[in-house]
């Protein structure tokens, strides 16, 4: 049905009508009294969602170019980076950090399984000489649906004391990420996430310690120069109307709460993966290591529950990433997503399995669902 689709997938995530009417507003001047108070506002909530008291940068950028301005305004060519990677967005960190010559050393995990923080703090406890200047991690690994357990590698890292850089791109507005609490230094994230706003906007918090290393980092830049946004809110011209939508997504996520998004996220985690299991699939990531923003369920039948979940009932779901192609589909459930989306999409995944005449189909993954939806 035309102006029926339902987003699914882990960004762009669907947009509140009121955040798109913020988006619909004539611009204003970047550099017009107004618009200074608005990215002043902005960025206080930032702050409050983000959790921290450190400088907290809005770029025109995707979350790649967060992941960019985080490795190039800290190092230097031929500074020692550990990169911890357990799928596509982890490996990401390895190919930026190379092509801009630094000399990566990984902690891997296989795609779907939990980085072990073990392994880190060996990686860690074997560089006596101090050589690795920043650990990078992904938090939460849209790829496969696993969250990486943050709060104990970072324990690692503090021991150590290199600087800890996150891709909080899917876990931020999702899970609690304290950044303040927990010391992490560099954070990235972008708009179309748990964000609730339509792509083109990236946030970086930067901490004091990630601002010494700054004064020394030798990696040429200049539009993704965060000392340029740390200087003046706006060195080039934002995106001002996506600041209007964040505004207002920002004041709907304040009413909300931070708790309350956070176990509505994880609520809605638990009850597709019950679902999932009750209808006889399989889940990727392993129980305890499930993203909150994204349930990837691996079946050799998943382009084809995709196409009929699209077709007959304009749900769309991800599908898998490179060697995942065709091996899992993945549910987002990120940002502006109610219990009732997620009882929708997961009876037309049933509807879905008996078309296709594979998994279980006789209402018991909805039951599931709805039995944890009711009692949380
Ligand atoms: C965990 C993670 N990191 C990085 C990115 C890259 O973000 P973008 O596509 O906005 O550049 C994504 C995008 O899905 C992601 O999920």
């Known amino acids: 049905m035309e102006n029926k689709l339902m987003l699914m997938i882990p960004g762009p995530t669907p947009v509140p009508e009121n955040v798109l ?48 301005a985080g490795i190039i305004n800290f190092f230097s060519p031929g500074d020692r980076v ?19 010559g630094l000399d990566v050393v990984e902690v891997t995990a296989p795609w779907g399984q939990p980085i072990n923080p073990a392994d880190v703090q060996a990686a860690l406890t074997a560089d006596s000489a101090k050589a690795i200047k920043g650990v990078i991690i992904t938090h939460s690994e849209t790829s496969t649906g696993v969250i990486n357990d943050l709060e104990t590698i970072n324990k690692h890292v503090k021991a150590h004391g290199a600087l800890i850089i996150v891709d909080a791109v899917t876990s931020m507005g999702a899970t609690n990420v304290p950044i303040d609490e927990w010391g992490l230094d560099v954070v990235c994230s972008g708009s179309q996430k748990g964000f609730m706003v339509p792509p083109g906007m990236g946030f970086v918090a ?32 934002p995106p ?107 009876a037309a995944l049933e509807g879905t399995l008996a078309e296709l005449g594979t998994g279980k189909s006789n209402g018991a993954g909805v039951a599931a669902a709805a039995q944890i939806l009711s009692s949380k």
């Open 21 to 68: 009417l913020a988006l619909a507003k004539h611009p204003i001047g970047h550099r017009s009294g107004e618009f200074i108070q608005i990215q002043a506002d902005v960025t206080a909530n930032l702050k409050w969602l983000y959790q921290t008291t450190n400088e907290l940068l809005l770029l025109t950028a995707s979350g790649t170019g967060t992941m960019e």
């Open 240 to 346: 001002v109307n996506l600041i209007f939508a964040l505004q207002a997504s920002l004041e709907m996520m304040k009413k909300e709460g931070l708790e309350n998004i956070f176990a509505r996220h994880h609520r809605h985690r638990d009850a597709c993966r019950a679902a999932v299991k009750a209808m006889g699939l399989e889940l990727y990531a392993p129980d305890g290591h499930g993203s909150p923003a994204i349930t990837a369920v691996s079946t050799p039948a998943a382009e084809e529950i995709r196409k009929v979940m699209k077709k007959k009932y304009d749900i769309v779901l991800a599908g898998g990433q490179d060697h995942l192609s065709g091996q899992v589909f993945r549910i987002g459930h990120l940002g502006f997503v109610c219990d009732r989306d997620i009882l929708s999409a997961l």
């Open 82 to 100: 550990l990169v911890i990677h357990n799928g596509k967005f982890g490996e990401r960190w390895a190919l930026v950090s190379k092509a801009f």
């Open 206 to 237: 930067v901490s004091a310690k990630a601002w010494e290393a700054y004064k020394t980092a030798k990696i040429p830049k200049f539009y993704l120069d965060l000392g340029k946004y740390r200087k003046d809110g706006a060195p080039f011209t």
